[in-house]
């Protein structure tokens, strides 16, 4: 007998349990072992509202709020000052690395507790001996001139003149020092000025540049017409609710030595610490806990890494803000193959963030996140943020020149276990950073590689096409924020299926001749 198709509904109430899995059984590892985030799928729920409204809101650390869980990677390919304050424009917040001098770690730091949306806050600078021949081969290179003339060539140094293409149009010798034609009188806006009132100035004085100087009158940051003209909002930007400036990460170690590069971090307004290291379960991370929140009571604090609920209870004890989960899950990372220590992603996050969540602990899920399908996962998965690493390496914000190989503009990502990132040493021939308790070792034992990865552009349209990407997976889910991705998914509504190996070949693109994979405009 047929049913009639009117009591579809009515008949979907007889069954005991909603179709697909609950978490739990997901993550019944007597059944299936440890998930990584491609062993599984969300099962869809009803799409009743436009993508647009999923609100993606969410917690860094007990008191940190993000309108976006992006993360940047503490790593010496990922995030300095550039990827930290883009990122914080966009919603996220960046981690500054640690495999540098304390000294160039807080100045990265200051760069972006200091941005202002708007002014160019590094411009290239010159001397007045430098040359014009110089000038024009910068222009050719940055693709503007327009350059400040200070004393030194360097910023926060006594502005003495200004050369515009106008000023070297039209000169023949390449050797005529810039001294000699460049403009002296130059207009410039006092510190402190705001973007409003530079643009009027450039507007009235119908000048292109607008350099910005301090009471010494020297050089601090510059504003530029063109760049005024294409001025973006930043509607999700981090930003400290009682200063207005970008939120800002660093990460330290847990060495002595990183007592004294916290103070200098804390100096230049850190707003969290994030204490790296790959298995956070030790005494001495338990101690910098303990001093961090004696000597900085305001400064919240990241702990990790952790992969167990019993790591994830020692640091929460200790007074961790944060957690930061996965242990050889790194795109980059081969501590499982070498330590034997590790678990897989998806169910490190399970189960780490649903022991730290009844203490309001909130997690970042580093490490794996290869699509937006990833970041989805780990955030159904109980994570607040997710961390990335080799997804922002190769964009234009993160460190390192770029470079051709095979046809391909590349840009090298390496793991900070990498023989390469542990041989960097300080001016006294000290290792920077301590994350694998091995960089001080006469023999190094290698948890991560050096590679390259291809270049991704600005991550000005990266993060929003992942925004837009999550709001779209959201929907088809049927949550409109992650409190009520998380809720459904522990309260057994949102439900999940296994992935055998045929079924995550099935879920790639498959039987074509070639194709081009392009991921946004
Ligand atoms: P990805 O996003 O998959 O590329 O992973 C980035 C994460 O890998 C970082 O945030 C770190 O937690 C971790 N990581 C960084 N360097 C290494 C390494 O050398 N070995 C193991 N893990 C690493």
Known sequence: ???????????????????????????????????TYNDFLILPGKVNFPSSVVNLQTKLTKKISLNAPFVSSPMDTVTESEMAIHIALLGGIGIIQHNCSKEEQASFVAKVKKYENGFINSPKVISPKTTVGEARAMKQQFGFAGFPVTETGKCLSKLVGIVTSRDIQFIEDDSVLVSEIMTRDVVTGKQGITLTEGNEILKNTKKGKLPIVDAGGNLISMLSRTDLMKNQNYPLASKSATTKQLLCGAAIGTMPADRERLELLAAAGLDVVVLDS??????????????????????????????????AASLIAAGADGLRIGMGSG????????????????????????????????CIADGGIQNIGHLVKALALGASTCMMGGMLAGTTESPGEYFFRDGKRLKVYRGMGSIDAMQKTDAKGNAATSRYFSEGDDVLVAQGVSGAVVDKGSIKKFIPYLYNGLQHSCQDIGVQNLTELQDSVL????????????????????????YEKRLHN
């Open 1 to 35: 007998m047929v049913r009639d198709h009117t009591t579809a509904l009515e008949y979907l109430k007889t069954f005991e349990k909603k179709d697909g899995l609950s978490v739990d059984e997901l993550m019944d590892s007597n059944i299936r072992g440890g998930l």
């Open 278 to 311: 790959s298995q956070g379960n030790s005494v001495f991370q338990l101690d910098m806990i303990k001093w961090i929140k004696e000597t900085y009571p305001e400064l919240e604090i990241i702990a990790g890494n952790v992969c167990t609920r019993e790591q």
């Open 331 to 362: 795109s980059i990372c081969i501590t499982q193959e070498v330590m034997a220590c590790g678990r897989p992603q998806g169910t490190a996050v399970y189960n780490v963030c649903k022991f730290a969540n009844e203490f309001g602990v909130p």
């Open 491 to 514: 309260s057994g509504e949102i439900r999940f299926e296994f992935r055998t190996a045929s079924a995550q070949l099935e879920g790639g693109v498959n039987n074509l001749h070639s």
